[in-house]
C-alpha cells in the first residue's frame, strides 16, 4: 500500500519562509500530477499548486509569486517551497498524487503563520 509522508511545516512569523516535502513508500507509475492541496477548518480542500510529469506548474492565484512547485516523478518526491508568507497561509496542506492507478494522499502537515 502506498503511503504518502509529509514534513517540513511548522510554525513561521509572517514574511518568513517553510519548505514541505513529500515522499512516496514506493514509486507511483503512470503519474499526472503531483500537487499541495491545503484544508481550512470547516472548509473544502483547495488547490495550491500541482505539477504535472511533463514538468508544467500550476499555481492558485493567492500564492502565485511566493509559493514554487518542484517534484521528480522518477522518485514520487514533491516539494512546495513557500516564501513571503501570510497568516492566511494557515491551514493543513496536504500532498496528493494523481496517476491513472488512483490518487493518493498523504495525512496532512500544518502549517502556521503568526502576524
Known amino acids: 500500500q502506498v503511503q504518502l509522508v509529509e514534513s517540513g511545516g511548522g510554525l513561521v512569523q509572517a514574511g518568513g519562509s517553510l519548505r514541505l516535502s513529500c515522499a512516496s513508500s514506493?514509486?507511483?507509475?503512470?503519474?499526472?500530477?503531483m500537487g499541495w492541496y491545503r484544508q481550512y477548518p470547516g472548509k473544502q480542500r483547495e488547490l495550491v499548486a500541482t505539477?504535472?510529469?511533463?514538468?508544467?506548474?500550476n499555481y492558485a492565484d493567492s500564492v502565485e509569486g511566493r509559493f514554487t512547485i518542484s517534484g521528480d516523478t522518477a522518485k514520487t518526491t514533491v516539494n512546495l517551497q513557500m516564501n513571503s508568507l501570510k497568516p492566511e497561509d494557515t491551514a493543513v496542506y496536504y500532498c496528493?498524487?494523481?496517476?491513472?492507478?488512483?490518487?493518493?494522499w498523504g495525512q496532512g502537515t500544518q502549517v502556521t503563520v503568526s502576524s
Open positions: 496528493g498524487i494523481r496517476s491513472w492507478s488512483g490518487d493518493y
Open positions: 505539477i504535472t510529469r511533463g514538468g508544467n506548474t
Open positions: 514506493r514509486t507511483i507509475f503512470s503519474i499526472k500530477t
